[in-house]
């Protein structure tokens, strides 16, 4: 599986993004896809995740709670950012487990990963 990030940039505190990953070389539509992000000198944090696609269940981080959400369409997966705030400012990545009923919220559960992309929020 490949997993292609992409919809980062600079935006004003307030302001919106949204992420997209596109999934390529096997469909993703039974793994748990999420997105997580590091910010310098801190480790990789579980932002958001979804699961399989019978299901859709969605998990959040109580910092993003309310702000962010996260969907999923055939083997793309988004992540709507409203109200942006400075402390979200870090790489973000998408990643998929293919185990079936796991919620993995540690970044060390995931089995593929995408590039990564930089999202900055000025205050």
């Known amino acids: 599986v490949q997993l292609q990030a992409s919809g980062g940039g600079l935006v004003q505190a307030g302001g919106s993004l949204r992420l997209s990953c596109a999934a390529s070389?096997?469909?993703?539509?039974?793994?748990?896809m999420g997105w997580l992000r590091q910010a310098p000198g801190k480790e990789r944090e579980f932002v958001a995740g979804?699961?399989?696609?019978?299901?859709?269940n969605t998990y959040y981080a109580d910092s993003v709670k309310g702000r962010f959400t996260i969907s999923r369409d055939k083997n793309t997966v988004y992540l709507q950012m409203n109200n942006l705030k400075p402390e979200d400012t870090a790489v973000y990545y998408c990643?998929?487990?293919?185990?079936?009923?796991?919620?993995?919220?540690?970044?060390?559960?995931?089995?593929?990963w995408g590039q990564g992309t930089q999202v900055t929020v000025s205050s």
């Open positions: 070389g096997r469909s993703v539509s039974h793994y748990f």
């Open positions: 990643a998929a487990d293919s185990t079936i009923g796991s919620v993995p919220l540690s970044w060390r559960r995931y089995e593929y």
């Open positions: 979804i699961s399989w696609s019978r299901w859709n």
